[in-house]
């Protein structure tokens, strides 16, 4: 969550933007605006966090259409939308450029509970959504079986961050490496 916020610039400080950004989170645990989901049995590290229901209803009304969780199946990303992230099934991915619309999206995340064997996004439907999505700074893609394109480092040139972990039709991250001049945050 961190990585994400350092990404889109969210985080100001002189000194180091990870500490700086944990003390965000500590505050925002002090202050009952997060609260801990999951912590690692081994390393005792929390693996995820949740907001209060209120808040969640309160930040979403504040964003507005800026800010979108959805689901594919009930319609689209809208021109306003900048921030867009919603579990990924590819079923509800088909058609997805038609239902695109956003020109400025800074924020591409989707999410999934289990793995999705065998269900790639066609190519030609990857090829669409990158080339919709241009000035993307941060991209996570875990767990879902994108075709991730070749030129993907010089049609996304303002990526700061990108999460390809788990990723079944990624089989060398190298080779599409190059043209990612802002990646910060890997």
Not at 65 to 77: A, P, Q, S, V, Y
């Amino acid at each position: 969550m961190i990585q994400l916020w350092m990404a889109q610039g969210f985080i100001e400080s002189n000194e180091d933007l990870e500490k700086a950004g944990d003390r965000y989170v500590s505050y925002l645990l002090r202050r009952s605006f997060l609260e801990v989901e999951e912590v690692d049995d081994y390393t005792n590290e929390v693996k995820m966090f949740k907001m209060h229901d209120l808040m969640h209803d309160l930040a979403s009304k504040v964003a507005g259409d800026e800010c979108k969780m959805i689901n594919l199946n009930e319609g689209g990303i809208g021109r306003g939308t900048r921030h867009v992230s919603f579990a990924f099934q590819p079923s509800s991915l088909q058609n997805m450029t038609t239902r695109l619309e956003a020109t400025n999206l800074r924020t591409f995340l989707t999410w999934t509970n289990m793995r999705t064997y065998g269900q790639e996004v066609s190519p030609i439907e990857c090829e669409g959504i990158f080339t919709k999505i241009g000035r993307c700074r941060t991209l996570a893609l875990a767990n879902a079986d994108f075709c991730i394109p070749s030129s993907l480092g010089s049609r996304l040139k303002h990526l700061r961050f990108l999460d390809v972990s788990r990723n079944l039709s990624i089989q060398k991250l190298a080779r599409f490496n190059h043209g990612f001049a802002e990646l910060a945050y890997p």
